[in-house]
């Protein structure tokens, strides 16, 4: 999923850069870096189309996500919903707010109805961060991933495996099918205790619905079945279980299409049940010593991936349980009380899928590299996780390599390309190239790597000759290969190629942009100004208006804004 994340900002950051320089002159009050994160978890949670925004869905967004995921609170109580609003306001004015849509006075109408809420919710964050400030001395557990900062920054690049073959994995996980009974079970409006949530009998029911053990016990049977509450909490997790008005909870609607067919709904369910490994932490009927292993399911995952993603049981329990020693004055006493304590901690492992034994040997699985690798980035620590290159598309591909430098994005074509004939490999990266007209980087990285194929990528050249965007790039290439009667590179081919460029280099920052405009020369830069405004391109009125405000000399300025005025004038019905 990190790969989907990748993706996701992809293709958000040309709309999201071509909003910043809109907001300078439509919303110079609002901050719209904010943006970014609603955007992406709008994408990514709610609407495959950057363009597609709903009242429910904008609610949920800024009552549900943006809290969980916000980094800020402070800043974001105060300049979120405005921010968004401009977004809004820009997608309307500029023709991206889909049909689909609801309209833009609606949207903004829901933003009025949720500021008070959201308001209020980045407030309890900000209480809550000031607490944790309180609490340093008390903060972090055996989980904590800080203290191997270092060594997980030198790990050699882990490979993650395709979404495909993740969700398939996760809709086999056992747990999931368990929080999903356990729900349909629980029903609509169902009233829960205010000491217990289930009286005994229900206690009973529930333990056969999940298929638990009945545990024999003098007390009170709901205090005796804490498998049974981390299934609940995992239930609630996913968000198959809400709690409702009146100490009632109830399932949610789509609960019972458990495994979903959706990959991606599949992978977002199981991510929202990842932190559900702190509940294979052993519990004991003392709270010191139980707090005293706190995090040991957590330490034990990342033990695991820095070995490689195997590792000796009985070295493991054995570093682990010195490691519990030095962390807490009780941890040998609570080690010892707990019997086998890693027992609970595989047990939940395993029935999330994210780690299996075999003989001696505990291991992760697929679906387990890629939940620690999650949890890793979580904590805000450094690690280089990829796609397998076997399973890598050549989208990915091009989008994973935009952001290595030079010599590790050689290796990673390099490698990817052995697997293919050279014909294959130029088709596949000319097609990703197609996919969003807007994204120059990727475009002119497909270009330069098929461009060392030679001959071999003749028929792929020829086919992308049908795409606008890849003409310019096929045409060169062909006429350089002396193909019989290919087309001529045209002076319009030329000056996309240039707005391409430029569109690089403004993401590069304002420096890289004006001194790749300087390298130009003045002359010849009025001259290109004179005629590119005319190019169907993406960024052309973008750039255009970049280039007034930032171009040090008037003149060169002054012809932009004319050229800037010519290109929306063209594009206005």
């Known amino acids: 999923m990190t790969d989907r994340i990748e993706v996701a900002a992809t293709e958000l950051r040309p709309l999201l850069e071509e909003f910043i320089l809109w907001a300078r002159t439509n919303a110079p009050d609002s901050d719209p870096e904010l943006?970014?994160?609603?955007?992406?978890?709008?994408?990514?949670?709610?609407?495959?189309?950057?363009?597609?925004?709903?009242?429910?869905?904008?609610?949920?967004?800024?009552?549900?996500?943006?809290?969980k995921v916000v980094e800020d609170p402070d800043t974001a109580a105060d300049g979120m919903l405005p921010a968004i609003d401009a977004y809004l306001t820009f997608l309307s004015m500029t023709g991206r707010l889909t049909e689909g849509s609801d309209s833009l006075t609606e949207l903004q109408a829901e933003l009025d109805d949720v500021e008070d809420d959201f308001v209020e919710l980045m407030e309890?964050?900000?209480?809550?961060?000031?607490?944790?400030?309180?609490?340093d001395d008390e903060a972090g557990d055996l989980g904590d991933?800080?203290?191997?900062?270092?060594?997980?920054?030198?790990l050699a690049t882990v490979r993650l495996?395709?979404?495909?073959?993740?969700?398939?994995?996760?809709?086999?996980?056992?747990?999931?099918?368990?929080?999903?009974?356990?729900?349909?079970?629980?029903?609509?409006?169902?009233?829960?205790?205010?000491?217990?949530?289930?009286?005994?009998?229900?206690?009973?029911?529930a333990l056969a619905t999940v298929g638990l053990p009945r545990p024999e016990t003098d007390g009170s049977l709901a205090e005796a079945v804490p498998q049974l509450w981390n299934l609940w909490n995992l239930a609630v997790d996913l968000e198959f279980l809400e709690p409702g008005e009146g100490n009632t909870v109830a399932v949610q609607d789509d609960t019972s299409e458990w495994p979903f067919d959706d990959d991606e709904d599949v992978l977002d369910a199981w991510m929202l049940g990842l932190h559900s490994v702190d509940y294979g932490d052993p519990e004991l009927p003392d709270e010191d010593l139980t707090m005293a292993l706190a995090g040991l399911t957590r330490a034990l995952l990342v033990r695991l991936l820095l070995a490689g993603g195997s590792r000796d049981l009985g070295e493991l329990r054995q570093e682990l349980a010195e490691a519990a020693a030095e962390f807490d004055e009780l941890g040998a006493d609570a080690w010892q009380a707990a019997g086998d304590p890693l027992a609970s901690a595989l047990d939940w492992l395993a029935g999330y899928g994210m780690a299996e034994v075999a003989g001696d040997t505990v291991s992760l699985t697929p679906l387990g590299t890629e939940g620690v690798v999650h949890l890793v980035d979580d904590s805000d620590i450094e690690l280089d996780a990829r796609p397998a290159i076997e399973s890598m598309s050549a989208h990915e591909l091009l989008v994973l390599s935009a952001e290595l430098p030079e010599e590790e994005a050689d290796a990673e074509f390099a490698a990817w390309m052995r697997l293919r004939e050279p014909s294959r490999a130029a088709e596949e990266l000319l097609e990703a190239a197609a996919k969003d007209?807007?994204?120059?980087?990727?475009?002119?990285?497909?270009?330069?790597?098929?461009?060392?194929?030679?001959e071999d990528a003749i028929p792929a050249w020829q086919e992308a000759l049908?795409?606008?965007?890849?003409?310019?790039?096929?045409?060169?290439?062909?006429?350089?290969?002396?193909?019989?009667?290919?087309?001529?590179?045209?002076?319009?081919?030329?000056?996309?190629l240039i707005l391409d460029m430029w569109t690089i280099s403004a993401g590069l920052g304002r420096a890289e942009f004006v001194g790749s405009l300087r390298d130009i020369g003045p002359d010849l830069l009025n001259s290109l100004l004179e005629?590119?405004?005319?190019?169907?391109?993406?960024?052309?009125?973008?750039?255009?208006?970049l280039i007034s405000q930032v171009h040090p000399d008037k003149q060169i300025a002054k012809a932009a804004r004319r050229a800037l005025f010519k290109a929306r004038s063209a594009t206005t019905p």
């Open 124 to 135: 309890d964050l900000i209480e809550d961060a000031e607490g944790d400030d309180d609490d």
């Open 145 to 154: 991933f800080e203290p191997f900062a270092d060594e997980l920054a030198d």
């Open 466 to 496: 049908k795409e606008s965007s890849l003409r310019p790039y096929a045409a060169t290439h062909l006429s350089q290969l002396q193909v019989p009667d290919a087309p001529e590179p045209t002076p319009d081919d030329t000056h996309w």
């Open 531 to 545: 005629v590119v405004w005319k190019i169907p391109h993406a960024h052309v009125e973008e750039l255009l208006d």
């Open 35 to 67: 943006v970014g994160p609603a955007a992406l978890w709008h994408r990514l949670a709610f609407s495959q189309d950057l363009g597609t925004w709903k009242r429910a869905d904008l609610r949920n967004l800024m009552l549900d996500r943006m809290p």
């Open 437 to 454: 007209e807007s994204d120059a980087l990727i475009r002119v990285q497909a270009a330069s790597v098929v461009g060392t194929l030679g």
């Open 161 to 205: 495996r395709p979404d495909s073959e993740l969700a398939a994995a996760a809709r086999a996980v056992p747990l999931i099918a368990k929080a999903r009974d356990l729900a349909l079970w629980v029903g609509s409006g169902r009233r829960v205790g205010e000491d217990t949530l289930l009286s005994d009998a229900e206690v009973e029911e």
